[in-house]
Structure formats: structure tokens, C-alpha cells
């Protein structure tokens, strides 16, 4: 097996099934607690975008690829910034979530296919990385 068919074997996102799977909880999470407001929001997001977040970080140490080294810090970065938003240390108002979705929602689509177009799906590894995979 050469290594484009074991990063697609080992890509949690090599299939609309399998990424439906693997991201849906977190962004389900997100959905069913955007209109609560209040800590359950901001619990729900930050969980949510966490749970996204590392399974981008994952994922690309599975199988190296180039979107996730893009969306995980991304995702990362979001949730923070929604924790902070339900500690009340950020002055957050209603709009403000619903920007902070269409960032999410934006950045999330432009940061998955813009990196793959500029420089494809997976990053190569080197000859000698190769023999100590997992």
C-alpha cells in the first residue's frame, strides 16, 4: 500500500459518511445549543468547537492533512473565544453569536478547501518519517 492509499484509509474525513460521523456530534452540539443563550450556549460552542477542533488536530496526525493543520488551530481559537464570551469576559450580545457561527461557518469552509487547492489533500512525509508511523 502506498502512502496516498494509507493517509486515505487513515483520513477521518475521506468520506461525507465518515466526517458526518466523526464531526456531526460537535456540530450538532453547536446547532441544538445556539438558541438557548446564556452558560448553555457558551458551554455547547465551546464544547462543540473544541470537539471540532481536536479532531482536526487528530486527524492530521493520522494522516497529514492539509486542511486540518488550518482548521484545528481555527477551531481552537474559536472556542476560546466563546468560553471567554460565557465567563463573561468578552461583552458578547446576541449578534455577536451569530457572527461568531458565520465565522465559524465562513472560515471553516474556506479554511477546508482553499489550503487542499493551493497545495492538495495531503502533506507528504518524508522517506524517513514514513518507517515510524503508527
Not at 46 to 58: E, F, M, R
Request: hydrophobic content about 50%.
Amino acid at each position: 500500500m502506498d502512502t496516498s492509499e494509507m493517509s486515505l484509509e487513515r483520513d477521518l474525513a475521506s468520506t461525507f459518511m465518515r466526517t458526518s460521523i466523526t464531526w456531526g456530534p460537535g456540530i450538532l452540539l453547536m446547532i441544538l445549543t445556539g438558541p438557548l443563550g446564556g452558560w448553555e450556549r457558551a458551554i455547547g460552542w465551546t464544547v462543540g468547537l473544541v470537539w471540532l477542533a481536536g479532531l482536526c488536530l487528530l486527524n492530521f496526525a493520522r494522516c497529514r492533512r492539509v486542511h486540518c493543520v488550518f482548521t484545528g488551530p481555527f477551531f481552537l481559537a474559536l472556542a476560546v473565544v466563546a468560553l471567554l464570551a460565557g465567563l463573561k469576559i468578552l461583552a458578547f450580545g446576541e449578534n455577536a453569536w451569530n457572527l461568531l457561527g458565520l465565522i465559524a461557518l465562513i472560515g471553516g469552509v474556506g479554511l477546508t478547501f482553499a489550503p487542499e487547492m493551493i497545495w492538495g489533500r495531503y502533506w507528504q512525509r518524508a522517506p524517513e518519517e514514513q518507517e515510524c508511523r503508527p
